[in-house]
C-alpha cells in the first residue's frame, strides 16, 4: 500500500474508532436518564445499568476475539456487517414506557431486561469495535501500533462523558438524543463497512520465524498467572468506580454529572496509562493512594461517628475522587507494563472486560445482597493495595539478590494494606454492632439505631438512618411517643401544612417517603393518610421499630411502590395535603421535582389543597427549582424555615409549600417558623432535563427572611 493509501486508510480506522466509543459512552448515560424515573430514582439505576455495560463489554470483546483468532478476514467482515445490519433495524434506541414497573419488587432484574431488548445489540456491535478494528488494523497497516487506536477510543469516551451533561442533556429531550445517536450509529456502520473492505483487502503479513532468543522472548504467549493477573488489575479499578460512585450518589444526587464524573476519571486514567508510560508513576501514585485511602478511612469513621464537620461536599468529592484516581492510576498503569505484543490484543482487551464484568457484578448484584452497609469501598481499597503487592511480588522474584528495595517496598505495603483493612472492618464493624437492625437493598443502606443520653434520659429514642442521613427518630418514653421530631415538628412547613389546613375538618392527606411514619402523630379519626414509599425495608422497620402507624387515629394505607409510578396509575386523589419528602440518604429525587411529576401532583390535589415539598439538604438549595415548578403552573408559594429544638427533637428543616389559591397558604400561622424567600431565579427541571449544578451550595444554604433584611446560614440536614 502507497504511504498516501495508508495515511487515509488509517484515518478511516482513527475516525471509526473514535466514534464508535463515542457513541459507546454517550449511551450510558442517556439511556440511564431515560429510565431513572420510571425505577424510583435510586443509586441503584446508574450502577445497575454499569454492570449491564460491562459485562455487555465483555461479551463484545469475546465475540472479537473469537472472530480474530477463529476466522479469516472475508468470513469476519461478513459476519459483522451483518450483525451491524440487524442493530441498524432495531433503531432507535428508546425504551417503551410499557416497561415501567408496576410493583416495589426488586428492579434489577427487569433493569436489565429492559436495556437488553431496548439498547443491547447496538451497544454489543459497539463494544466489539475497539478490539476487533485493532486487529483489523494491524492486519491492514502492518508496522503501526495498534495501541495507540486503543487510547483515541478513550478519548472519545471521555468526550462523550463530559460533552452529555453541559452540552447534549441542557439542550435536547432525551428523545432527540436517542434519535441523534441512532443516526451516530448507521454512520458508525457506514465508517465500520469500509474498515473492514480495507481489511479484506490487505495482504496478510507473514510473520518471521524467530531465529534469536531475543526475538522468542519478545512473542512470549501469556501464562496463566499473567492472565489472571490482567483480569485482577482491571477487576480492582472496576469495582472501585462503582463503590465511589455509590457512595457519592447516596450522599449527593443520583444526576447524571454525578454518574459521569467517576467514569470520565476512570477513563481519563486508560488515556495516560495506554497514551505513554510516561504519565504512570509507581511512588507517586502510591502516596496518592495511601493519603486518599486514609482519607476514606476517616470520612468512614466519621460517619459512623456523625463528625459533621467531615460531611462537606468539596471535600468528600476531593477525597473520594482523588481515591478514585490514584487506584485506577495504579492498577491500569501497572496492566500496561504487563501488556502483550499485538499478537495477544484481544486476549488481553477481553482479560481486561471480564475484570471489569467482574467488578460490576460484586458491586451491582453481589454486594446488595450479601452486605447490609456500603462495604465494598473499603473492600476496593484493599484490593487496590493487594493487587499492587502482587505485581511487586512478581517483579522482586526476578530482582537481583542484593537490590532491597522491591522487597522493603512490598514489605512496607503489605503491612498498610492490613492496617488499613483492620481499620475499615472495625469501621463496618461499629455500624453494624451499634445497629438494632440493618438492611440493603437496591435502594440503600438502612439502620435504626438507639439513641442515648446519659445526661437527659428523657431525649433516648430510636433512629432510623439511611446512608449517613436521619430520616426519622421517636422517643421512647411513652408521654413523648407521640410527638412529631425529626424535620416534621408543629413548626416546619410539613408540621404546619397537615396540622394547619382545614383544621376541624376532616381530611385527605398524601406522603411520597414513609420515613418512621412521623406526620401520622398529626392524623385525626375523621381524616384518611394515604402514605407511599418504594423501599419495602423502611416499610419493614417503620412498622417493627417505630409506633407511628401503629398508633395513628385516623384510617392510612401504606402503598409499597414508587409514589410517582403510583400516582400515574390511581384516580384522583383530591388529597388536602401532598406531602413530598422522598429523599435517599441526602440523595435529591430529582425525578420528583420536575415539571412531568408537579403535573402529575396537581391531578391529585383539591383545588385549595397544598403541595409541601420537603427540600432540608446539606449540598444544594432546592428553592428555586419549586420557584421553577409554581411559575410553571401558576401556584403560590411560601418558603418556610423551621427551627431546631433539641429538646422537642425537632431538626432544622427547609419547606417549600404550593398552592392554586393564594388564601390556603396566608391562612397558615408560622409560630416559631420563619419564611425565607425563595432564593434566587426560578429554574425549571424536567424529566428530560435537570441541572444539579444550578442549584450546589458547597458552603451550605442562605436564607434571607421575607420580611426585613436578616440572612441566615444553614448547613440544611
Given at each position: 500500500?502507497s504511504?498516501p493509501?495508508?495515511?487515509?486508510?488509517a484515518i478511516?480506522?482513527f475516525?471509526?474508532?473514535?466514534l464508535?466509543a463515542f457513541?459507546l459512552?454517550?449511551?450510558q448515560?442517556l439511556?440511564?436518564k431515560?429510565?431513572?424515573?420510571?425505577f424510583?430514582?435510586?443509586p441503584?439505576v446508574?450502577t445497575?445499568?454499569?454492570?449491564?455495560?460491562?459485562?455487555?463489554?465483555?461479551?463484545?470483546?469475546?465475540?472479537a476475539?473469537l472472530l480474530v483468532?477463529?476466522?479469516?478476514a472475508?468470513a469476519q467482515?461478513?459476519?459483522?456487517?451483518?450483525l451491524m445490519?440487524v442493530a441498524?433495524?432495531?433503531?432507535?434506541?428508546a425504551?417503551?414506557p410499557?416497561?415501567?414497573p408496576?410493583?416495589?419488587?426488586?428492579?434489577v432484574?427487569?433493569?436489565l431486561?429492559?436495556?437488553t431488548?431496548?439498547?443491547?445489540l447496538?451497544y454489543?456491535v459497539?463494544s466489539t469495535?475497539?478490539?476487533?478494528l485493532q486487529g483489523?488494523f494491524a492486519?491492514?497497516l502492518?508496522?503501526s501500533?495498534?495501541?495507540?487506536?486503543?487510547?483515541?477510543?478513550n478519548?472519545?469516551?471521555?468526550l462523550a462523558?463530559l460533552?452529555?451533561?453541559?452540552?447534549?442533556?441542557p439542550?435536547?429531550?432525551?428523545?432527540?438524543?436517542a434519535?441523534?445517536?441512532s443516526?451516530g450509529f448507521v454512520a458508525?456502520?457506514?465508517l465500520?463497512?469500509?474498515c473492514a473492505?480495507?481489511?479484506m483487502?490487505?495482504k496478510?503479513v507473514k510473520a518471521?520465524p524467530?531465529?534469536?532468543t531475543?526475538?522468542?522472548?519478545?512473542?512470549?504467549t501469556?501464562?496463566?498467572?499473567?492472565?489472571?493477573l490482567?483480569?485482577?488489575?482491571a477487576?480492582v479499578?472496576s469495582?472501585?468506580?462503582?463503590?465511589v460512585?455509590n457512595q457519592v450518589c447516596?450522599?449527593?444526587a443520583v444526576v447524571?454529572?454525578?454518574?459521569v464524573?467517576p467514569?470520565?476519571?476512570?477513563?481519563?486514567t486508560?488515556?495516560?496509562c495506554?497514551e505513554s508510560?510516561?504519565?504512570?508513576r509507581r511512588?507517586i501514585f502510591?502516596t496518592?493512594l495511601?493519603?486518599?485511602?486514609?482519607?476514606t478511612a476517616?470520612?468512614?469513621w466519621g460517619?459512623?461517628?456523625?463528625w459533621r464537620?467531615t460531611?462537606?461536599?468539596?471535600l468528600q468529592?476531593?477525597?473520594?475522587f482523588?481515591l478514585?484516581f490514584c487506584s485506577c492510576m495504579?492498577?491500569?498503569?501497572e496492566?500496561?507494563?504487563?501488556k502483550?505484543?499485538?499478537?495477544?490484543l484481544t486476549?488481553?482487551y477481553l482479560?481486561?472486560?471480564?475484570?471489569g464484568a467482574i467488578?460490576?457484578l460484586?458491586v451491582?448484584l453481589f454486594?446488595p445482597h450479601?452486605f447490609t452497609?456500603?462495604?465494598?469501598?473499603p473492600i476496593a481499597i484493599?484490593?487496590?493495595?493487594?493487587?499492587?503487592?502482587?505485581v511487586m511480588?512478581?517483579?522482586?522474584?526476578?530482582?537481583?539478590v542484593?537490590?532491597?528495595?522491591?522487597?522493603m517496598?512490598?514489605?512496607?505495603?503489605?503491612v498498610?494494606?492490613l492496617l488499613l483493612?483492620?481499620a475499615?472492618?472495625?469501621q463496618s464493624?461499629?455500624?453494624?454492632?451499634?445497629a438494632?437492625?440493618?438492611?440493603?437493598?437496591?435502594y440503600?443502606?438502612l439502620?435504626?439505631?438507639?439513641?442515648s443520653s446519659e445526661?437527659n434520659?428523657e431525649?433516648?429514642?430510636?433512629?432510623?438512618q439511611?446512608?449517613?442521613?436521619r430520616?426519622?427518630?421517636q422517643?421512647?418514653?411513652?408521654d413523648?411517643?407521640r410527638w412529631p421530631?425529626?424535620?416534621y415538628?408543629?413548626?416546619g412547613?410539613?408540621?404546619?401544612?397537615?396540622?394547619?389546613?382545614r383544621?376541624?375538618?376532616s381530611k385527605?392527606?398524601?406522603v411520597?417517603?414513609?420515613?418512621?411514619g412521623?406526620?401520622?402523630?398529626?392524623?385525626?379519626?375523621?381524616d384518611y393518610?394515604?402514605?407511599?414509599?418504594i423501599?419495602?425495608d423502611?416499610?419493614?422497620?417503620?412498622r417493627?421499630?417505630?409506633?407511628?402507624?401503629?398508633?395513628?387515629?385516623?384510617k392510612?394505607?401504606?402503598?409499597?411502590?414508587d409514589?410517582r409510578i403510583?400516582?400515574?396509575?390511581?384516580?384522583p386523589?383530591r388529597?388536602?395535603?401532598?406531602?413530598l419528602?422522598?429523599?435517599?440518604g441526602d440523595a435529591?429525587?430529582t425525578?420528583?421535582?420536575?415539571?412531568d411529576?408537579?403535573e402529575l401532583y396537581?391531578?391529585?390535589l383539591a383545588?385549595d389543597g397544598?403541595?409541601?415539598?420537603?427540600?432540608s439538604?446539606?449540598?444544594?438549595?432546592?428553592r428555586?427549582?419549586?420557584?421553577?415548578?409554581?411559575?410553571?403552573?401558576?401556584l403560590?408559594t411560601?418558603?418556610?424555615?423551621g427551627p431546631k429544638?433539641?429538646e422537642?427533637g425537632?431538626?432544622?428543616?427547609?419547606?417549600v409549600l404550593?398552592?392554586?389559591q393564594?388564601?390556603?397558604?396566608?391562612a397558615?400561622?408560622l409560630g416559631?417558623?420563619q419564611?425565607v424567600t425563595?432564593?434566587?431565579?426560578?429554574?425549571?427541571?424536567?424529566d428530560?432535563?435537570s441541572?444539579?449544578?444550578?442549584?450546589?451550595?458547597?458552603?451550605g444554604?442562605?436564607?434571607?427572611?421575607v420580611?426585613g433584611?436578616?440572612?441566615?446560614a444553614?448547613?440544611?440536614?
Open positions: 500500500m504511504q493509501g495508508r495515511a487515509l486508510s478511516v480506522f475516525v471509526t474508532v473514535f464508535s457513541l459512552f454517550q449511551v448515560p439511556i440511564s431515560f429510565i431513572l424515573p420510571w424510583g430514582g435510586s441503584a446508574w445497575t445499568c454499569m454492570l449491564f455495560f460491562q459485562v455487555a463489554l465483555f461479551g463484545g470483546y469475546l465475540y476475539h483468532s477463529k476466522l479469516g472475508k467482515a461478513t459476519l459483522h456487517i451483518s445490519i441498524a433495524c432495531l433503531l432507535p434506541i425504551p417503551d410499557s416497561w415501567k408496576t410493583d416495589a419488587n426488586d428492579p432484574g427487569r433493569i431486561l429492559l436495556l431488548v431496548t439498547v443491547g447496538p454489543f459497539l469495535t475497539g478490539p476487533l483489523w492486519r491492514a502492518p508496522g501500533s495498534p495501541y495507540r487506536l486503543y487510547a483515541l477510543s478519548i472519545g469516551s471521555l462523558l460533552s452529555y451533561p453541559f452540552l447534549v442533556e439542550r435536547w429531550a432525551t428523545e432527540q438524543q434519535s441523534f445517536w443516526a458508525f456502520t457506514v465500520c463497512v469500509l473492505t480495507i481489511a483487502r490487505a496478510p518471521e524467530a531465529n534469536s531475543t526475538d522468542a522472548a519478545i512473542d512470549v501469556p501464562t496463566t498467572s499473567t492472565i489472571l490482567w483480569v485482577a488489575l477487576a479499578p469495582a472501585m468506580l462503582l463503590a460512585t447516596t450522599d449527593i447524571p454529572f454525578l454518574w464524573a467514569l470520565a476519571l476512570y477513563l481519563l486508560f488515556i495516560l495506554f508510560d510516561r504519565w504512570y511512588r502510591t496518592g495511601i493519603l486518599t485511602s486514609v482519607g476517616v470520612l468512614l460517619s459512623a461517628l456523625n464537620s460531611s462537606g461536599f468539596v468529592g476531593s477525597i473520594y482523588g478514585l495504579v492498577c491500569h498503569g496492566l500496561v507494563t504487563l502483550p505484543t499485538p499478537r495477544h486476549l488481553f482479560c481486561l472486560s471480564l475484570g467488578g460490576g460484586f451491582g454486594a450479601y452497609t456500603l462495604l465494598e469501598l484493599v484490593a487496590t493495595c493487594v493487587a499492587l503487592l502482587l511480588l512478581r517483579e522482586s522474584k526476578s530482582a537481583p542484593d537490590a532491597p528495595q522491591p522487597i517496598d512490598s514489605s512496607l505495603l503489605g498498610f494494606a483493612g483492620a475499615l472492618w472495625m464493624e461499629h455500624v453494624s454492632r451499634n438494632l437492625a440493618s438492611s440493603r437493598n437496591c440503600g443502606t439502620r435504626v439505631k438507639q439513641q445526661r434520659p431525649l433516648n429514642a430510636y433512629v432510623l439511611h446512608g449517613q442521613i430520616h426519622g427518630h422517643f421512647q418514653r411513652a413523648r411517643r421530631t425529626s424535620f415538628g408543629p413548626d412547613g410539613g408540621g404546619i401544612a397537615v396540622s394547619q389546613h383544621a376541624g375538618q385527605r392527606v398524601g411520597i417517603g414513609l420515613g418512621t412521623t406526620l401520622a402523630v398529626y392524623a385525626q379519626p375523621e393518610y394515604r402514605l407511599y414509599e423501599n419495602p423502611v416499610v419493614t422497620l417503620a417493627e421499630h417505630f409506633t407511628y402507624l401503629s398508633e395513628c387515629l385516623a392510612n394505607d401504606v402503598v409499597i411502590e409514589g403510583a400516582l400515574e396509575h390511581e384516580e386523589n388529597f388536602d395535603v401532598l406531602v419528602d422522598a429523599f435517599s435529591i429525587p425525578h420528583l421535582l420536575t415539571r411529576c408537579a396537581l391531578k391529585h383545588d397544598i403541595l409541601a415539598c420537603h427540600i439538604n446539606r449540598h444544594v438549595d432546592l428555586p427549582v419549586c420557584a421553577g415548578i409554581a411559575q410553571a403552573f401558576d403560590q411560601r418558603a418556610v424555615l429544638d433539641s422537642k425537632t431538626s432544622l428543616s427547609v419547606w404550593m398552592s392554586r393564594s388564601e390556603s397558604l396566608s397558615l400561622r416559631k417558623a419564611e425563595m432564593g434566587s431565579e426560578p429554574i425549571l427541571w424536567t428530560a432535563f441541572n444539579l449544578l444550578s442549584v450546589l451550595q458547597p458552603k444554604m442562605q436564607f434571607e427572611l420580611k433584611r436578616k440572612s441566615i444553614s448547613a440544611g440536614k
